[in-house]
Antibody, heavy 122, light 113 residues
Framework: EVQLVEAGGGLVQPGRSLRLSCTAA????????VSWFRKAPGKGLEWVGF??????????EYAASVRGRFTISRDDSKSIAYLQMASLKTEDTAVYYC?????????????WGQGTLVTVSS | DVVMTQSPDSLAVSLGERATINCKSS????????????LAWYQQKPGQPPKLLIY???TRESGVPDRFSGSGSGTDFTLTISSLQAEDVAVYYC?????????FGQGTEVEIK
């Protein structure tokens, strides 16, 4: 069974850092890209960024709102992707989700984690 | 950025009736190399992650009831729920994954009339 589990959320002060993880199971993690999304309270879904698989260069792309502050990485040996968030702002408060991207047949995002809540507040 | 605009913002439909949601992209999301529209529809219920319903504008994801259908190409797309059920109450989003940044519509809230 395909599973994605996010962890690492919590309450953090503005300007501080936090690292989220996305642990995968039930599929060959290294073959897939991983995207991060977020949903802020009362707002819609927002794409945060993604990391391609090693076969696709392990390249990353980010939304303008987080570029330069957030970094996505992956450890295929552990089937984990990370979202390192720095210089956090109150507007980064959201539930963060990870999802897998089938890079060779792009069809949207078929499996998602349950999400982890990040609250940025003093 | 490709701007995705959904209409309406909210929709109240009687049980068993049809619900129609529209999505318009600011530019084409048709991949000419494979003739596929890189447009997906998701359903999100409170406290749950999004669920993929439709991809390539009109291909139903495995396990999704056939009352859900998608249509359109280029810049104009539609999600139709042919006979609304109580469990379909949710917010629905369209998403383009043709180019980065990948973008979503603002969401359409569907409720029972």
């Amino acid at each position: 069974e395909v599973q994605l589990v996010e962890a690492g959320g919590g309450l953090v002060q503005p300007g501080r850092s936090l690292r989220l993880s996305c642990t995968a199971a039930g599929f060959t993690f290294g073959d897939y890209g991983v995207s991060w999304f977020r949903k802020a309270p009362g707002k819609g879904l927002e794409w945060v960024g993604f990391i391609r698989s090693k076969a696709y260069g392990e390249t990353t792309e980010y939304a303008a709102s987080v570029r330069g502050r957030f970094t996505i990485s992956r450890d295929d040996s552990k089937s984990i992707a990370y979202l390192q968030m720095a210089s956090l702002k109150t507007e980064d408060t959201a539930v963060y989700y990870c999802s897998r991207d089938i890079l060779w047949v792009r069809k949207g995002y078929d499996y998602w984690g349950q999400g982890t809540l990040v609250t940025v507040s003093s | 950025d490709v701007v995705m605009t959904q209409s309406p913002d909210s929709l109240a439909v009687s049980l068993g009736e049809r619900a129609t949601i529209n999505c318009k992209s600011s530019r084409s999301v048709l991949n000419s190399s494979n003739n596929k529209n890189y447009l997906a529809w998701y359903q999100q219920k409170p406290g749950q992650p999004p669920k993929l319903l439709i991809y390539w504008a009109s291909t139903r994801e495995s396990g999704v009831p056939d009352r859900f259908s998608g249509s359109g190409s280029g810049t104009d797309f539609t999600l139709t729920i042919s006979s609304l059920q109580a469990e379909d109450v949710a917010v629905y989003y369209c998403q383009q994954f043709y180019t980065t940044p990948e973008t979503f519509g603002q969401g359409t809230e569907v409720e029972i009339k």
